[in-house]
T-cell receptor, first 117, second 113 residues
Framework: EAGVTQFPSHSVIEKGQTVTLRCDPI?????LYWYRRVMGKEIKFLLH????????ESGMPNNRFLAERTGGTYSTLKVQPAELEDSGVYFC???????????????FGPGTRLTVL | SQKIEQNSEALNIQEGKTATLTCNYT??????LQWYRQDPGRGPVFLLL?????KEKRKERLKVTFDTTLKQSLFHITASQPADSATYLC????????????FGPGTSLSVIP
């Protein structure tokens, strides 16, 4: 079974440019999460999709970040315009939904390393 | 605000010994606590979850304790092997799909042959 995949693995862009990160979750996983780790800091939650709906976007840093999950399959995270402080590793994770009160393990992708110059 | 602290220094131990990693947290009362492993260039991999009403949980050579009074979890790897070398992340929450996961900074473990 294929795991969570992310594209690209690395991206180097200039400040002010736009970058779009893509995440393909494990097939059948309704829950999709975005996280990021900026240099020297902990991995932090950005947002959570359930199918195509945003369940929780409380971790999104500002309106330069836009996440979508059309059709409830893959998701994209766009940063426009990118700033220096957006540099870091962006992780995607997915999980099944097996019902209330049941732990649903999150499976993480390898991450996209974003460098803004 | 919620804060998680893990061993700030990298941990180096001899192969065959038991590694003990510490996770302390403040300003939070999580119903769940998780431990993940992360290798360079890869995403975190879930290892164990322990609930607030559980004192201890084991999985093969791994053992986790959860003391809600001390607000502390200990993560043990017995009979450690060089392949156990990685960064280990403590995380709070995440017991359900809608429960946000809050990660600690991680502890780097090196098992020396």
């Amino acid at each position: 079974e294929a795991g969570v995949t992310q594209f690209p693995s690395h991206s180097v862009i200039e400040k002010g440019q736009t970058v779009t990160l893509r995440c393909d979750p494990i097939s059948g996983h309704d829950n999709l999460y975005w996280y990021r780790r900026v240099m020297g800091k902990e991995i932090k939650f950005l947002l959570h999709f359930v199918k195509e709906s945003k369940q929780d976007e409380s971790g999104m840093p500002n309106n330069r970040f836009l996440a979508e999950r059309t059709g409830g399959t893959y998701s994209t995270l766009k940063v426009q315009p990118a700033e220096l402080e957006d540099s870091g590793v962006y992780f995607c994770a997915s999980s099944q939904d097996r019902g209330t009160g049941v732990y649903n393990e999150q499976f993480f992708g390898p991450g996209t390393r974003l460098t803004v110059l | 605000s919620q804060k998680i602290e893990q061993n700030s220094e990298a941990l180096n131990i001899q192969e065959g010994k038991t590694a003990t990693l510490t996770c302390n947290y403040t300003n939070y009362s999580p119903a769940y606590l998780q431990w993940y492993r992360q290798d360079p260039g890869r995403g975190p991999v879930f290892l164990l979850l322990i609930r607030e009403n559980e004192k201890e949980k084991r999985k093969e050579r791994l053992k986790v304790t959860f003391d809600t009074t001390l607000k502390q979890s200990l993560f043990h790897i017995t009979a450690s092997q060089p392949a156990d070398s990685a960064t280990y992340l403590c995380a709070l929450g995440g017991g359900t799909s809608y429960d946000k996961v809050i990660f600690g900074p991680g502890t780097s473990l090196s098992v020396i042959p």
